[in-house]
């Protein structure tokens, strides 16, 4: 069966300190990744997401970065925190199989984020 | 306008209620949608696909009407531990993103 691995659970930062949080997914091969941010009360916003290896697309434009360095490793990176990072980080995934239908996202189990 | 909205709730109910959540998208090509539970500093986790036809799992209904663009969720003889967050989640086509509501909140009070 699939699984998805997300750490840390929780992160304690300074502003403008780096960031890096992974996520990996196990039982399946190339799945689909997506990272979100959910800040308190608020809905999930997605933030990035991969088809593939090396390939990040972004839909909010912001100080945070994603890599993908290998098939069901997915990174989330900042160089410089800011306040407004604050939140509850959730990577997702799931099947890149085209033949798939009505396949829904499975999500990890998040990293909360203060920014202090 | 928001490709997926939802009544934000609170919703408030006795144990035993049957409890009604709607979910309205803006995109009339929409192939796939789900229903998500998401309790209080947890990720969301699938409760249920929703399908054409309408799907039942328990107390649990999920419908769809495509002519209006919604997606239902019917909560029947509620329970205290139904307490939680209720997203719903819609994809465009096969493979491609989902589109999340942000989410109703359901409290039942015994």
């Known amino acids: 069966s699939q699984t998805i691995h997300q750490w840390p659970a929780t992160l304690v930062q300074p502003v403008g300190s780096p960031l890096s949080l992974e996520c990996t997914v196990e039982?399946?091969?190339?799945?689909?990744l997506y990272w979100y941010r959910q800040a308190a009360g608020r809905g999930l916003q997605l933030l990035f997401y991969?088809?593939?290896?090396?390939?990040i697309s972004s839909e909010v434009p912001q100080n945070l970065s994603a890599s993908r360095p290998q098939d069901r490793q997915f990174i989330l990176s900042s160089k410089k925190l800011l306040l407004s990072d604050s939140g509850f980080y959730l990577c997702?995934?799931?099947?890149?199989?085209?033949?798939?239908?009505?396949?829904?996202?499975?999500f990890g189990d998040g990293t909360r984020l203060s920014i202090l | 306008r928001k490709e997926v909205e939802q009544d934000p709730g609170p919703f408030n109910v006795p144990e035993g209620a049957t409890v009604a959540f709607n979910c309205t998208y803006s995109?009339?090509?929409?192939?796939?949608f789900f229903w998500y539970r998401q309790d209080c500093r947890k990720e969301p986790k699938l409760l249920m696909s929703?399908?054409?036809s309408g799907n039942e799992d328990g107390r649990f209904t999920a419908q769809l009407n495509r002519a209006s663009q919604y997606i239902s969720l019917l909560i029947r003889d509620s329970k205290l531990s139904d307490s939680a967050t209720y997203l719903c989640?819609?994809?465009?086509?096969?493979?491609?993103?989902?589109?999340f509501g942000r989410g109703t909140q359901l409290t039942v009070w015994p």
């Open positions: 997702a995934w799931s099947t890149g199989f085209r033949g798939a239908r009505n396949q829904p996202q499975h």
């Open positions: 039982g399946t091969s190339n799945p689909n």
């Open positions: 991969s088809v593939g290896i090396g390939q």
């Open positions: 995109n009339s090509a929409s192939q796939s």
């Open positions: 929703v399908y054409s």
């Open positions: 989640a819609v994809r465009r086509s096969t493979l491609g993103r989902l589109y």
